[in-house]
């Protein structure tokens, strides 16, 4: 299991408590609802969603000069990355939850490392690196019950090939290098 919230009980409190976090990270942009009946899978897609938006933020206030701002913004971003991080399931969930593991590790360190930069190149990187993660993780979304099997077998499929094509993209990034082969394992894993 890559994911998970059985874990011992104190690292299921830090778990949980940096799981938090970053949901209200999320939560201050008026998903309660959504956050509240939302399945564990639909919670990672909302976090990484939420990441998202406070890099591309962050980005917008680093180019109107907005120092206060892109700090907070980027702030957020790291917490939402440390509950990605947190929601791992590293004891079971093998190569695919370390190298994860690793990948968000390396993606907190080059935020700071942007926000102290000043740099949108390092933002567009880390965006980058998190989308194609997040496309593999829609990727793997299991069909509900009761629903046309034809149809979610070609929305599948369409999502596989995405993936792939995440896959491909983070192969031919430069900027990537350090942790290139391990987000490739992660991503093709999650696309088989």
Do not use: C
């Not at 998202?52 to 680093?62: E, H, P």
């Not at 509900?144 to 999502?159: I, N, P, Q």
Request: glycine share 6%; net charge negative; hydrophobic share 45%.
């Amino acid at each position: 299991m890559l994911f998970s919230s059985n874990k011992s009980s104190d690292e299921g409190v830090a778990m949980s408590a940096k799981m938090n976090t970053a949901l209200n990270s999320y939560k201050d942009y008026g998903y309660n609802s959504e956050i509240e009946y939302a399945d564990p899978h639909r919670l990672i897609q909302m976090l990484f969603e939420g990441v998202l938006k406070r890099i591309a933020f962050a980005k917008g206030a680093m180019q109107r000069k907005q120092i206060a701002e892109k700090g907070r913004f980027i702030s957020q971003a790291i917490e939402i990355v440390g509950g990605l991080r947190a929601s791992l399931d590293t004891e079971n969930g093998g190569d695919i939850a370390a190298n994860l593991d690793s990948l968000y590790d390396y993606i907190g360190r080059r935020l700071v490392t942007a926000n102290l930069k000043n740099s949108e190149e390092m933002l567009d990187e880390v965006a980058g690196l998190l989308v194609d993660v997040k496309l593999a993780w829609d990727a793997i979304n299991a069909p509900a019950a009761g629903v046309d099997t034809v149809a979610t077998s070609a929305v599948a499929e369409s999502k596989k090939e995405e993936a792939e094509v995440a896959v491909e993209a983070i192969e031919k990034t430069p900027a990537v290098r350090p942790v290139n082969s391990r987000a490739n394992k992660a991503l093709k894993a999650y696309s088989a």
